[in-house]
């Protein structure tokens, strides 16, 4: 499995950016799929992008405002989540997942970063 370990996040009005990221560490990060859920209060927990070295997905809600991308070394792969053109519904805890592609059980989730989007 692999360590994961979020920063970014915070407080921003409407119409605003922030960026997220995740590094993983530990064996083999690199082959691991990076996610970015969010869980908004009262809420399911739901996918907002994930990165493979085959793929990469965006949730249509958040298409055209949100891109991921991914950096890779021998020890660390970091996954950034970069938010633009942020609206009030955008406001959730966002978790950092990685899981193995070949293994499902070898997953992390990360502790979670707020975002909060409000004039």
């Known amino acids: 499995q692999v360590q994961l370990v979020e920063s970014g996040g915070g407080l921003v009005q409407p119409g605003g950016s922030l960026r997220l990221s995740c590094a993983a560490s530990?064996?083999?990060?690199?082959?691991?799929?990076m996610s970015w859920y969010r869980q908004a209060p009262g809420e399911q927990r739901e996918l907002v992008a994930n990165t493979s070295s085959k793929s990469t997905h965006i949730a249509d809600s958040v298409k055209g405002r949100f891109t991921v991308s991914v950096s890779k070394n021998l020890i660390k792969n970091t996954v950034t989540l970069e938010m633009d053109n942020l609206k009030p519904e955008d406001t959730a805890k966002y978790y950092c997942?990685?899981?193995?592609?070949?293994?499902?059980?070898?997953?992390?989730w990360g502790q979670g970063v707020q975002v909060t989007v409000s004039s």
């Open positions: 530990g064996r083999n990060p690199g082959i691991y799929i």
């Open positions: 997942h990685a899981r193995h592609p070949n293994l499902p059980a070898m997953e992390s």
